[in-house]
Each structure stands twice: as structure tokens, then as C-alpha cells.
């Protein structure tokens, strides 16, 4: 389970800003355009030249969090999508561990853990052990992640849903009225989309960084910890469709 929760974390930080973002978009409906027609955001930190960055030096309860999903397709499946959902120190770069030349390998083993292996499908799966994709047993190997449908995936996130709506409802005014005092007075007017539909949901609503960096740090911690981060795939999570 103290695995699992790498993974549940995410999913549930994501249902929790979701749910905010619904409630408070409400006060913005027929304010601003929906959406304002984009179907991908980016966002980043500007520097001008006569600007420095001085950090504040007070101690942060968070961690630094991204994450990147890779699709492939394969001899058996229509898709499967590796997520990364942990994707900044203190773990490695995961981001092309399965890729094109093994990713077909990866789900042959997950559908028949005896599979006969070629000499060079050996050093393929000897190489996804060492980085604790696969591991063995019984002389059978194993996929170290969570492997799932997107469907199961679906309900997971509406289970989680469900179980954050109390949260969403009691935190979404405080958290708004923060921004609404802190970021919306900086917002150009021409933005204000933005602010609402993206930076709100992204930043002020999403939870995750909080969630991780209590879950790795508390007394006893509620998520499995590595002894090498560089070796782990914790927070790694395979869908697949067929």
C-alpha cells in the first residue's frame, strides 16, 4: 500500500483541483471566455534584466513536482502509456526508461511471466530489474509498477473524487480568497482567463507537492522510500488499452 500511495497521491491531488476549479469557476461563468479555445497550457517564470530573484529563506513544506506521460504502441496493445508521475529530484530521469525497443518486451512479460527471452531480450529485462521495473520470482518475471486499464484508472479518480469533495468545499474559498488578494491584482486584464481557468487550477488548487513532501518526510512515512532513488521506480504507472 505505502507503494500504491506514489500513485493514489497524484490521482487525488488531481480530483482535489479539479473539484475546486469547478466550484470556483462558478463565480466566473459568463466573466470570461471558456477555455478562451486553448487545448494546452504551459506555463514558466520570467527574469527581466533588471530584476533579480532573492529567495525568501524560509523553510518550504514542499517539494518540487512535474510529471510526463509517453504512449506507445505495440504487437498486443493499442496503447500503453508510461507516467511518470513523479518527475524531479530526488528521483533520476525515468522519462525513457520503457521506450520503442522495449516497451513491446515490457507487456509480453506483464501478459506471460514464463516468457522464453532471446540472449537480447535477457539484457532488456536484466536492465528493467536493475531499474526495478521487473523483478523476479519463482523463476517467472514481474512488472515492480502498477499496471492498469485506462477504465480502472477512471474509477479510481472517481472514487478519489468522491472521497476529496468534502475537502474541496471547506478549503476553495480560503485558498481563493488568496489568490484573489495575492495574484489577481498582478493579473493583466487581458489574462484574466488565464488566471482562472489555468493558474488557479494548476498552482493554488493542486495539492501535490504538499502531499509528497509530507508523505516522504513525516516521523513515519506514509510512502514506501527507497534506498536508492536512482533505482526506484516508485511513482511510475503503466495504462494501457488494448
Excluded at 510526463?68 to 508521475?85: D, P, V
Excluded at 477504465?151 to 468545499?169: D, H, K, M, P, V
Excluded at 501535490?208 to 513515519?220: D, H, K
Aim: charged letters at 25%; hydrophobic letters at 40%.
Amino acid at each position: 500500500m505505502r507503494r500504491l500511495l506514489w500513485i493514489l497521491y497524484y490521482e487525488a491531488a488531481d480530483m482535489l483541483s479539479r473539484s475546486m476549479l469547478e466550484i470556483y469557476n462558478g463565480k466566473w461563468r459568463g466573466k470570461i471566455p471558456e477555455q478562451n479555445g486553448k487545448s494546452y497550457r504551459i506555463a514558466g517564470t520570467v527574469q527581466y534584466p533588471d530584476e533579480t530573484f532573492t529567495d525568501a529563506g524560509q523553510q518550504k513544506n514542499r517539494l518540487l513536482w512535474s510529471n510526463l506521460h509517453k504512449s506507445f504502441r505495440t504487437s498486443g496493445y493499442a496503447q500503453i502509456e508510461h507516467a511518470n508521475l513523479f518527475q524531479a529530484w530526488p528521483f533520476s530521469d525515468r522519462d525513457h526508461i520503457i521506450n520503442e525497443s522495449n516497451a513491446d518486451l515490457f507487456m509480453r512479460i506483464f501478459d506471460c511471466p514464463e516468457l522464453a527471452l532471446t540472449p537480447n531480450e535477457e539484457e532488456m529485462a536484466a536492465n528493467l530489474i536493475r531499474l526495478d521495473y521487473l523483478h523476479k520470482k519463482g523463476g517467472k518475471l514481474y512488472p515492480s509498477v502498477p499496471i492498469m486499464t485506462y477504465e480502472c484508472q477512471s474509477n479510481i479518480q472517481q472514487l478519489l473524487r468522491g472521497a476529496t469533495s468534502e475537502i474541496a468545499f471547506k478549503y476553495v474559498e480560503a485558498v481563493a480568497e488568496a489568490g484573489e488578494r495575492i495574484l489577481l491584482p498582478a493579473t493583466r486584464k487581458d489574462l484574466i482567463e488565464e488566471y482562472a481557468h489555468f493558474v488557479m487550477g494548476a498552482n493554488a488548487f493542486f495539492s501535490i507537492g504538499f502531499l509528497y513532501y509530507y508523505g516522504m518526510n513525516g516521523a513515519e512515512p506514509a510512502l514506501e522510500i527507497p534506498k536508492d532513488y536512482s533505482l526506484s521506480s516508485n511513482a511510475i504507472c503503466i495504462y494501457y488499452r488494448k
